[in-house]
C-alpha cells in the first residue's frame, strides 16, 4: 500500500486545451479518494496520468516515496479496472483472473493461491470455469476487480467501473466495492460523475470542474459546507435549491428576504459564517436543501421553531418512504455560472426547459406520510439553521474557511 500525491499537475492537450490545471491532492495510505464531477471535468485525465496511461504536461506524480512521472503503468505497481470490464473472451474466468499473473511468471501455487482467495472474496468459484459471454454484467464486473485484486498492488485505480450495471446492481455493487475496501485496505482511487456513488463510496472526495480542484473533503462536510456553488449545487439529490435574496436586520433581528418570503436567520448563524453581517443589506445567494423542508402536518411537533411557507404543489415524485414536492417560486431563477455548470452536468445540448413567467421551480423532500399530491396547497416548515450564503458575483459561500480573506 502507498500514498499517492499529485503536485502542480498539469495537462495540456494540443491546441493550448487544459485538461487538468495545477492539481495538488494528497490520496493518504489505504484512503479510497472519489474523484467526481460533471463531464470533461479532468477527473478521468486525472487517473490515466496516475496509471502512466497519460503523460504529464507539468507537476509530479508520487506513489510511495517514488517519483512516477516517467515510470511506464508496467512499473507502477498499481492495478486498473475499467467502466467496460475489458475481459478475454476466449478465457474462462479463471484463466482471466490468473493472466497477469502468469506473465509475471509467478510460480503456479502462488497464482493458484491468489486466484482461489480472489474467487472466495467476489462469490465467483461457481464461475471459474466458464467464460465472460456466460455471465452477467455484475459477474464479469466482479471478474475484472478479481484480477486487479490478485496483483495485491500498491493502489488500485477504477474509471467508472459501475456505469454500465442497471440502477440496482449498481446499488449492491457499491456495497461489495465497501466491503472489499474494508477487507484489503488498499488506496484506491474512484473515478465518477454520479455523486450519489461518490457520497456513499469515499473516505473523502475530491469535486473537479474544467481541470481544476474545487473542494476536497468528507462526502457530510462537501454536503454540509460546500465552499462555492458550483459544490453546493453538484453534491446532493435533488441539488439544493437557488434564489436571489436581501440580507436585512431591523429590531425583530436579522432576515433573509426572497419571493415574497422572510426567513429568520439565527444568530448562530452569524457565529459560525464569519464576514456574513458584512451582507447586511446587500444582495447574496440564498441555497436550501430540499431535505431541510417538511410538511408542517408530517412534522407532528419535530419541527419546533422552524419557519412556515405555504407553497402549492406542482409536482410530486412519490418515493415510498418520502415525497419530492415541486413548487414555483416568485423569483427569477438563479443564473451564475456555477449553477449552469452544476446542472448542465457538462452536456451543452442539455438544457432546462424555461418556465412560463419568471419562476424558479423549487424541491422540498418530505415525510410520506405528508400524503400531498399535486395541484394543493400545502405548509412546509424549513430549519433555518441550515441555510446557505453565497457571494453573487464570486460564488464563493459566504463565511467558509476556505473562503475568509479571499
Not at 457530510?220 to 459546507?225: A, E, G, I, P, V
Not at 433581528?253 to 458584512?278: H, I, N, Q
Not at 451582507?279 to 422552524?306: C, M, Q, T
Request: proline residues 5%; hydrophobic residues 40%; charged residues 25%.
Amino acid at each position: 500500500m502507498a500514498s499517492i500525491v499529485l503536485s502542480n499537475v498539469d495537462k495540456i492537450y494540443a491546441g493550448g486545451v487544459k485538461a487538468v490545471n495545477g492539481l495538488n491532492l494528497e490520496i493518504k495510505d489505504g484512503e479510497f479518494m472519489v474523484l467526481v464531477g460533471p463531464s470533461g471535468c479532468g477527473k478521468s485525465t486525472a487517473l490515466r496520468m496516475i496509471a502512466g496511461l497519460e503523460d504529464i504536461s507539468g507537476g509530479e506524480i508520487s506513489i510511495g516515496d517514488r517519483v512516477v512521472n516517467h515510470l511506464p503503468p508496467k512499473d507502477r505497481d498499481i492495478a486498473m479496472v475499467f467502466q467496460n470490464y475489458a475481459l478475454y473472451p476466449h478465457m474462462t474466468v479463471e484463466e482471466n483472473l490468473a493472466f497477469g499473473l502468469k506473465l509475471r511468471k509467478m510460480p503456479k501455487s502462488e497464482i493458484q493461491k491468489r486466484v482461489q482467495e480472489a474467487a472466495r472474496m467476489l462469490g465467483l468459484e461457481q464461475y471459474l470455469k466458464r467464460k465472460p459471454a456466460a455471465l452477467s454484467g455484475g459477474q464479469r464486473q466482479r471478474v475484472a476487480m478479481g484480477r486487479a485484486i490478485v496483483r495485491e498492488p500498491q493502489a488500485f485505480l477504477m474509471d467508472e467501473p459501475l456505469s454500465n450495471l442497471d440502477a440496482k446492481l449498481r446499488v449492491s455493487m457499491r456495497a461489495s466495492l465497501n466491503q472489499l475496501h474494508e477487507r484489503l485496505g488498499v488506496t484506491t482511487v474512484y473515478v465518477t460523475h454520479d455523486q450519489v456513488e461518490a457520497m456513499t463510496l469515499g473516505d473523502r472526495v475530491c469535486v473537479l470542474r474544467d481541470g481544476l480542484l474545487q473542494q476536497v473533503d468528507t462526502p457530510q462536510n462537501l454536503f454540509d459546507s460546500p465552499v462555492n456553488l458550483f459544490v453546493a449545487g453538484f453534491m446532493g439529490s435533488p441539488s439544493m435549491n437557488f434564489a436571489y435574496a436581501e440580507l436585512t436586520r431591523d429590531a425583530g433581528g436579522a432576515a433573509v428576504v426572497f419571493a415574497g418570503y422572510k426567513l429568520p436567520v439565527p444568530d448562530s448563524t452569524f457565529a459560525e459564517k464569519p464576514g456574513l453581517d458584512r451582507y447586511i443589506g446587500k444582495k447574496i445567494i440564498l441555497g436550501i436543501r430540499p431535505s431541510d423542508f417538511e410538511d408542517s402536518v408530517a412534522a407532528n411537533g419535530n419541527a419546533a421553531g422552524w419557519v412556515r411557507i405555504p407553497v402549492r404543489a406542482n409536482v410530486t415524485e412519490e418515493l415510498g418512504s418520502e415525497i419530492n414536492v415541486l413548487f414555483t417560486i416568485d423569483a427569477p431563477p438563479v443564473e451564475h455560472k456555477d449553477t449552469v455548470a452544476a446542472q448542465n452536468d457538462g452536456d451543452e445540448e442539455e438544457t432546462t426547459l424555461p418556465l412560463t413567467g419568471d419562476k424558479s421551480l423549487w424541491t422540498a423532500r418530505v415525510n410520506a406520510r405528508s400524503h400531498v399530491r399535486p395541484g394543493q396547497n400545502i405548509e412546509l416548515v424549513v430549519d433555518t439553521h441550515n441555510l446557505h450564503f453565497f457571494d453573487v458575483d464570486s460564488g464563493l459561500s459566504i463565511g467558509h474557511e476556505a473562503n475568509i480573506g479571499r
